[in-house]
């Protein structure tokens, strides 16, 4: 146990209450950020009830287990017979509560330079899928690839998702990713 408080402001939509999906974001992206604006609407689409995490400023020291307290906190507000994690970058440091409750997730922008999240990763045995860019000096492609999980893996693409002075091609893997997410949810109902 830590000694963290974890007092959560939340935002929620409702829709099935027996399938929620939590949306974990990251340091410095928000729910309201392009990628997890249509994680939700892909969510709602689905109709799913989704519940957006928002959170202040991570401690330098111990940001695993803050984000770990942030997810367990979050989970046990919900008694659905379907959960799903999707994080984006430090929301990604939720992979090992994914693994270990066994649920499936969507991880934006994993940080795959962290050793936890790379064995949670590939320890998993629900559906994930990891989206990342080749620019994105946390992204580790050959990681990626051990992790056995569905890949949408965007040449030059950063951190964000998106291509330094090139808006069009951003907003084209902006497209990439929605799909993805569509694909990826759309096929949960057939997957163990």
């Known amino acids: ?23 974990l974001p990251g340091g410095q992206y928000t729910p309201a950020a392009p990628l997890l604006h249509y994680a939700r609407a892909v969510l709602l689409a689905r109709g799913w009830t989704v519940q957006e995490i ?7 020291q111990g940001r695993g287990e803050w984000v770990r307290q942030h997810a ?15 994080g984006k970058s430090l929301g ?7 693994t270990e ?11 795959l330079t962290e050793p936890a999240v790379v064995d949670a990763l590939t320890r998993a045995s ?11 000096p946390l992204w580790d492609a050959d990681a990626a690839r051990r992790t056995g999980a569905d890949l949408l893996e965007v040449p030059g693409a950063d951190h ?13 893997i902006l497209r990439e990713v929605t799909v ?9 109902a057939g997957r163990a």
């Not at 367990?72 to 999707?86: F, I, P, S, Y």
């Not at 629900?126 to 994105?136: S, Y």
């Open 92 to 98: 990604t440091l939720a992979a090992p509560v994914a």
């Open 1 to 23: 146990m830590s000694d963290y408080r974890v007092p959560l402001e939340t935002t929620r939509y409702d829709g099935d209450p027996r399938r929620v999906a939590i949306i």
């Open 54 to 60: 928002w959170w202040g400023d991570a401690p330098r």
């Open 160 to 172: 964000g998702m998106e291509v330094d002075a090139d808006p069009v091609r951003s907003v084209e």
């Open 126 to 136: 629900r559906p994930r899928l990891l989206v990342g860019g080749t620019a994105d």
């Open 72 to 86: 367990l906190t979050a989970l046990a507000r919900e008694n659905a017979e379907e959960l799903l994690l999707v």
């Open 101 to 111: 409750r066994g649920l499936p997730a969507v991880w934006l922008t994993p940080l």
């Open 180 to 188: 993805a997410m569509e694909r990826f949810v759309g096929g949960l």
